[in-house]
C-alpha cells in the first residue's frame, strides 16, 4: 500500500515556475514507478511524465517537453515535478500516482491533487 500526498501547487504568471512534490508513504516507495497526471476543468485527466522505480528512465506528453521535468529522490521517498515557463494551458489539478512495475498506465495509487492555475 502506498499513501500520496502532493504539495507545492498555486498561482502564478504565465512564464513563470512551479515546483510540485509527491510525498509518499510506504518502505517499499523504491520499487514504484511514479507519475505526475493532470486534468483540467471539464476535461478527462491526462498524462503528464513519469519516472521509473530508479530514475533511469522518465517519459513525458508532448505537450509538456522541454518545459517540464520529472526527478525522484528515493532516500525521501519523493518525487517532483519542476515546470518552467508555464502556459494558461498548463492550469490544472495535478495528481501524482504510483505503480509497481513500469512507467505505462495504469496506475494503482493516486493522490489528493494539488492546483496549479496560471494567469495570463
Known amino acids: 500500500q502506498v499513501q500520496l500526498v502532493e504539495s507545492g501547487g498555486g498561482l502564478v504568471q504565465a512564464g513563470g515556475s512551479l515546483r510540485l512534490s509527491c510525498a509518499a508513504s510506504?518502505?517499499?516507495?523504491?520499487?514504484?514507478?511514479m507519475g505526475w497526471f493532470r486534468q483540467a476543468p471539464g476535461k478527462e485527466r491526462e498524462f503528464v511524465t513519469a519516472?521509473?522505480?530508479?530514475?533511469?528512465?522518465?517519459r513525458y506528453a508532448d505537450s509538456v517537453k522541454g518545459r517540464f521535468t520529472i526527478s525522484r529522490d528515493n532516500a525521501k521517498n519523493t518525487i517532483y515535478l519542476q515546470m518552467n515557463s508555464l502556459k494558461p494551458e498548463d492550469t490544472a489539478v495535478y495528481y501524482c500516482?504510483?505503480?509497481?512495475?513500469?512507467?505505462?498506465?495504469?496506475?494503482?495509487?493516486w493522490g489528493q491533487g494539488t492546483q496549479v492555475t496560471v494567469s495570463s
Open positions: 500516482a504510483a505503480k509497481y512495475g513500469v512507467v505505462t498506465p495504469p496506475y494503482d495509487y
Open positions: 510506504g518502505r517499499t516507495f523504491g520499487n514504484y514507478a
Open positions: 519516472i521509473t522505480w530508479n530514475g533511469g528512465h522518465t
